[in-house]
């Protein structure tokens, strides 16, 4: 039995005005029979209609649905009061157009979680007189064939109660003769409940005709007694469900309502969130990941050298010593042997000009003409580093070992010593053990200190790269990048450090009267994978404080030098660029699923009303929205990738690189993937969220 007890119901305009649609309406319905509510428009008969079907909340009184109060259900138990126990026909049919006879039917038994067999609702079309018509799309069908398939749907779910606005207002006379006589006969074993202006049918198929005037009931007549009332059971609620392929048939529906929009948006969002890929590459750029790459990519081949520097002013930096027990540290700590290299603190390297007989006329860039200064070595040392030494390590103070590197200069151009005038051309390593090379005794200095080469060793030098700086002339030094990378050889390497005994290192300190003062640089063997010289890389940093840092360099420090300057404001403007771009993208799909709201605002409420939840709402524009999403991404990886090449290739060229700068990597990826995964989330969740507040009559906006 259903009963309405002084039921009121207020509306405020759009202008705050309150209207009041309904006014202490008490009634009173059998569990069976077809009752039919009369009414001139503006009489609220529709508002009645919706308040019994839960799809619109009263203001005042009580609706009693077998004996339980639907004016006290939660959220959920509306939904499912609508889903299991009440069909609908709507006054505009409300078939999902995108679903065809078979599915629309279907839809009512799956939002209960039940299975719709074919046999299911070819009885049901049966019924109705259409089961010709299972596969038809809907648009294919006539006003009065929709009606009887709304009818289907409603019925195909055996709710206790059927409620029907205005079922035949569309239709001709006949056809409205025909779905009065069907609900007629529906009404023998269900409840059914008419709002209609056909008094003709209405007088004729009536069990039970209230007028309404006004908002209030002007009478009631009961034109037949009904006789054998069915007794209302409760159907085994379970939870309602909305199936995925459904939601998505109908998310996918919507993109085709405006493919021109669809396709700005599309084009629009992947632009903004490839600008996004290249700003969260350019965020994750870290100086020393740039080093430890740059390395690698020159297959370990460069020697590992390490500065210190001293922070003089705001924007001041001027290298300084390493003290010996740093040093001492670092080899304790990391895997490894690490050489403190001495030089006379200067602004020029020892010179060997004397001892190199060079003709000018054939100068050459490649060549090594000064030590960066020098560094004991023992055959424990030696033995750690894995380098060959032909001869003998020096053991003698005025016993040196030089590198290959310095012995191929020699070869290169002959052996000259000048105090005795003499002369002889390299070209065996026998040749040069036992000659005499000439260090000055302090900076600038006449005086030089004799030293006998004892032995050289291969510090695996690769100049192959460099071939050309054989051809180097002097008016192209500055405009010569090979050159400008390759003075790195020239300067602070294990490839120009001479070696001296611990004996011919105290005397070089005592000459120089500089013991005790540090070191000029480190040199060692690069650790030929990246993990080990990622380890290093990150001790020195922490090493380092706000005044005095210590700096892995190799052949690539130049350039790095200038690139971190330029990558360093590209990740501040990257940075900001990102949100705004975040932004940027959030709100156009933000606005186009409103747009798309607006446009299926009926189908939402149709579902509502069949017992749809917020949840299953949200699954449709979810897939609409990340249908989009999944697009966007595509399109904006495969643009941020082509985006970095290009802006690789001009970096390569400008600053003559051998690798890339930008890494679009997993992590570029993901966030990419996690931002737009997020923007469509809140592009959809928050207008759903406030559709679902709304009562789905306010989503279907049937007009009273």
């Known amino acids: 039995m259903l009963e309405l007890k002084h039921v009121s119901k207020w509306y405020e305009t759009k202008k705050k005005k309150q209207v009041q649609a309904l006014k202490d309406v008490s009634l009173t319905f059998g569990n069976t029979g077809l009752y039919v509510i009369f009414g001139k428009s503006g009489s609220g008969k529709s508002t009645l209609l919706n308040l019994i079907a839960g799809l619109d909340g009263v203001t005042s009184g009580r609706i009693l649905f077998n004996e339980e109060d639907v004016t006290k259900f939660k959220a959920n138990e509306l939904n499912q009061y609508r889903n299991f126990q009440i069909g609908f026909i709507f006054q505009e049919l409300n078939l999902i157009s995108n679903l065809n006879v078979k599915e ?24 109705v007189g259409m089961e010709a018509f299972m596969d038809r799309g809907i648009n294919e069908l006539s006003g009065g064939q929709k009606q009887r398939i709304a009818i289907a749907r409603a019925i195909i779910k055996n709710p206790n109660m059927i409620v029907a606005d205005e079922p035949t207002g569309s239709l001709d006379l006949e056809t409205s003769e025909q779905i009065f006589s069907l609900l007629k006969k529906l009404s023998e074993k269900h409840l059914i409940i008419v709002v209609t202006h056909n008094e003709e049918c209405a007088k ?83 100086k020393d990941d740039l080093i430890a790459r740059a390395i690698a990519a020159n297959d370990y081949v460069d020697p590992l050298t390490i500065i210190s520097t001293y922070k003089r002013s705001e924007s001041v930096w001027q290298q300084t010593t390493i003290s010996p027990s740093f040093v001492n540290d670092l080899n304790q700590h990391l895997e490894g042997i690490y050489l403190g290299v001495f030089q006379d603190i200067g602004q020029s390297n020892v010179n060997f000009m004397s001892d190199i007989e060079i003709d000018y006329s054939n100068y050459d860039a490649l060549s090594l003409y000064s030590l960066s200064g020098v560094a004991v070595i023992d055959s424990t040392i030696l033995e750690k580093l894995g380098y060959h030494v032909y001869g003998n390590i020096p053991t003698q103070e005025n016993e040196i070992l030089i590198t290959n590197y310095f012995y191929e200069t020699f070869v290169r151009y002959g052996y000259a010593y000048h105090p005795d005038n003499m002369q002889a051309t390299i070209s065996e390593k026998e040749d040069m053990i036992g000659k005499i090379i000439q260090i000055p005794k302090y900076r600038h200095s006449d005086i030089m200190v004799e030293y006998k080469v004892c032995g050289m060793i291969d510090t695996k030098v690769d100049t192959s790269k460099y071939q050309e700086l054989l051809t180097y002339q002097d008016d192209q030094a500055e405009l010569n990048s090979d050159k400008r990378l390759f003075q790195y050889y020239q300067s602070n390497s294990i490839h120009s450090v001479g070696y ?165 990597n997993f992590l570029s990826g993901f966030l990419l993937f996690l931002i737009g995964f997020l923007s469509c989330f809140f592009s959809i969740f928050i207008p759903i969220l406030k559709v679902s507040k709304k009562p789905p009559i306010q989503t279907i906006r049937i007009e009273q």
């Open 204 to 286: 004729k198929y009536a069990d039970h005709l209230i007028y309404l005037k006004e908002g209030s009931v002007e009478k009631e007549e009961r034109i037949s007694l009904l006789e054998n009332p069915t007794v209302w059971s409760n159907p085994s609620v379970r939870k309602n469900y909305l199936p995925f392929f459904t939601a998505f048939k109908i998310g996918l529906s919507n993109l085709k309502i405006n493919i021109v929009r669809l396709c700005i948006l599309i084009f629009l969002s992947a632009l903004s969130f490839i600008c996004l890929g290249v700003s969260i590459t350019a965020f994750q750029y870290h």
């Open 104 to 127: 629309n039917i279907a839809l009512s038994l799956k939002m209960q979680g039940k299975k719709a067999s074919d046999e299911d609702i070819l009885q049901v079309l049966t019924t």
């Open 500 to 664: 001296l005994s611990q004996s011919g290192m105290d005397l070089i300190y005592k000459i120089s009267d500089e013991k005790g003062q540090g070191y000029n640089c480190m040199v060692g063997q690069m650790p030929t994978d990246q993990k080990k010289l990622t380890s290093i890389v990150n001790y020195l940093e922490k090493a380092g404080d706000d005044r005095t840092q210590y700096q892995l360099i190799n052949t690539t420090d130049a350039w790095i030098k200038d690139v971190d300057t330029l990558m360093q404001t590209y990740k501040m403007i990257g940075g900001i660029a990102g949100l705004v771009l975040m932004v940027f993208s959030g709100l156009l799909l933000f606005n186009y699923i409103n747009l798309s709201i607006s446009h299926k605002q009926k189908e939402m409420g149709i579902l509502r009303a069949l017992g749809a939840r917020g949840i299953d709402i949200f699954k449709i524009f979810g897939c609409e929205g990340f249908l989009i999403g999944i697009i966007n991404f595509i399109l904006s990886v495969i643009g941020t990738n082509m985006l970095v090449f290009f802006i690789n290739a001009g970096m390569k060229k400008e600053y003559f690189l051998n690798m890339d700068v930008y890494r679009f």
